[in-house]
């Protein structure tokens, strides 16, 4: 059982429209997985199939050894979504929301769960405001700490940085970097290169509903030829001419 | 897997509670029409059925029917939300009854509906409505009133699931609140235009207050309680059915 997803020809069309065109990839116990691509590439359709949200068209998918279709009562028991959207109660405070699924999970001590996750996710001083007064960063930071809930073994993180300012994507790394070692899987998709790079043990790149490339990121790397020395003439950029006109040389913030 | 049904309706309450407005103005828009209604065009109608009505019980039905035709556009704005913030998904994805989300929005809005319509029998009883009628009598007023309320809430669960926007959401209620102008509800139906008035006495509306009306001034009601009980149920039915479909598409 050393694999926590397992994906096998999977397919989905919608109407006319083939998203997924026969996609495989495996995640190991404990790995944090990137599914990169860009926008309309299937990766939230393929996220929704692995979450039992979406039934696939053909081919197969299961988490911790339960196939998705047939055992998703299973599956649900196994896994925690953090959607494109951070689906987070905006009228209840930090706390009610991880109450909340704590209750629905029917966890132990639910009091205790939620004091050290709001304590963990750095939301002790907001945990009585209502969520719908946190900040983006803060929003995502209470969504990933529901997701926690219960200690699930893979985790999907849709999208977990878009629409948020870099502060707010820098906070939501940390939290990412923090749950890596902690021995939960990760699967989390994204559109940015940068964040493949900064939080992934293995990235896949999903690109026209296939998986084109996969592998570390030293792989990755491989797959393309040497680094090469240019050669280029530096034009200053609108930034650097503003800032010298207005007087302010050097001392952009 | 177990259901979840009361706890996620206790989350949905937490939501009315800390924004009452949702059930003042549900009941707001009622009251004034019905001060309109009383001590606007009341007079009028009187003159013209006699003076020895009790005006204010007899649109009072209408009302409350008209109450809860808005009460119910807050469930579709209520369900549409948790659709759009991603909630939706995320208790789907859950190990918990799949039709507990929905069933706690059902709830929620029956709740809220008959909060509305208690306030607003409050008004009236300072306006001056009196009922000599028995417990029993009470009971099956009550009752068709649920039904209407729960009919109509499964009218709403279909735009609250495939809304694209919050007005998409909402905007099904319109014609529901206006029905009872449409009825017996406010002045017999027996000035109106032949094909106006063909409209009005066949209507579902137009059974639900006569029978409504006729329990609470303890007077016979006839045949028009099986009608409305008719009316409730079918709406109901293909409601039901047509919201389940959707669920289902929405929640694979």
């Known amino acids: 059982m050393e694999k926590a997803i397992e994906v096998k020809g999977l397919r989905k069309s919608f109407k006319d429209i083939e998203v997924l065109k026969g996609v495989d990839f495996e995640v190991k116990r404990g790995e944090i997985f990137a599914l990169l691509g860009s926008n309309g590439a299937g990766k939230t359709t393929a996220v929704n199939i692995l979450s039992t949200l979406l039934k696939s068209d053909g081919g197969t998918a299961s988490i911790c050894g339960f196939d998705v279709s047939r055992q998703s009562g299973k599956v649900r028991e196994n896994i925690s979504l953090t959607g494109q959207f951070a689906a987070v109660d905006e009228i209840l405070t930090g706390r009610e929301n991880i109450l909340l699924i704590a209750k629905l999970r029917s966890v132990p001590k639910p009091d205790q769960v939620a004091d050290d996750l709001l304590k963990r996710f750095g939301l002790t001083d907001a945990a009585n405001k209502r969520a719908g007064a946190y900040s983006g960063g803060m929003k995502r930071r209470l969504d990933i700490a529901m997701s926690l809930v219960g200690t699930p073994s893979v985790i999907f993180l849709d999208e977990p940085t878009t629409g948020l300012d870099p502060q707010g994507r820098l906070e939501v790394w940390k939290t990412v970097k923090e749950l890596a070692g902690s021995g939960v899987t990760i699967l989390l998709t994204t559109q940015y290169l940068d964040e493949a790079e900064q939080l992934a043990d293995k990235i896949a790149i999903l690109n026209e509903g296939k998986i084109i490339a996969n592998g570390t990121l030293e792989e990755l790397k491989k797959l393309f030829p040497p680094a090469k020395k240019e050669y280029i003439e530096k034009q200053p950029t609108l930034e650097e001419i503003f800032l010298a006109i207005i007087g302010k040389g050097g001392q952009s913030k | ?252």
Not at chain 2, 41 to 59: H, L, P
Not at chain 2, 64 to 89: E, N, V
Not at chain 2, 162 to 189: D, H, W
């Open chain 2, 1 to 252: 897997m177990k259901n979840n049904t009361g706890v996620l309706t206790g989350r949905l309450m937490k939501h009315i509670l800390r924004s009452p407005d949702t059930i003042i103005t549900v009941a707001l828009t009622p009251i004034a029409m019905m001060l309109m209604f009383v001590y606007v065009f009341g007079g009028a109608v009187r003159m013209s059925m006699g003076t020895d009505v009790n005006y204010i019980n007899y649109q009072l039905p209408g009302i409350l029917l008209m109450a809860i035709a808005s009460g119910i556009a807050y469930t579709a704005y209520r369900l549409f939300l948790d659709m759009q913030k991603g909630l939706f998904s995320r208790f789907n994805s859950m190990p918990i009854g799949r039709s507990s989300v929905l069933w706690s929005h059902v709830l929620t809005s029956l709740v809220s509906n008959m909060l509305s319509v208690v306030i607003i029998f409050f008004v009236a009883l300072i306006m001056g409505f009196r009922s000599s009628a028995g417990i029993l009598n009470w009971l099956a007023a009550s009752g068709i009133l649920v039904l209407y309320t729960l009919a109509l809430t499964w009218i709403a669960v279909i735009p609250g699931l495939t809304a694209k926007s919050m007005e998409g959401a909402s905007a099904f209620s319109y014609p529901l609140i206006f029905l009872p102008f449409l009825s017996s509800a406010f002045v017999p139906t027996e000035t109106m235009p032949t094909v106006v008035r063909v409209f009005a006495e066949n209507q579902p509306v137009t059974s639900m207050v006569e029978s409504i009306r006729s329990l609470l001034n303890s007077e016979p009601v006839g045949n028009d309680i099986w009608v409305a009980l008719a009316w409730c149920i079918g709406i109901m039915a293909v409601a039901y059915i047509f919201a389940m479909r959707a669920y289902k598409r929405k929640a694979a």
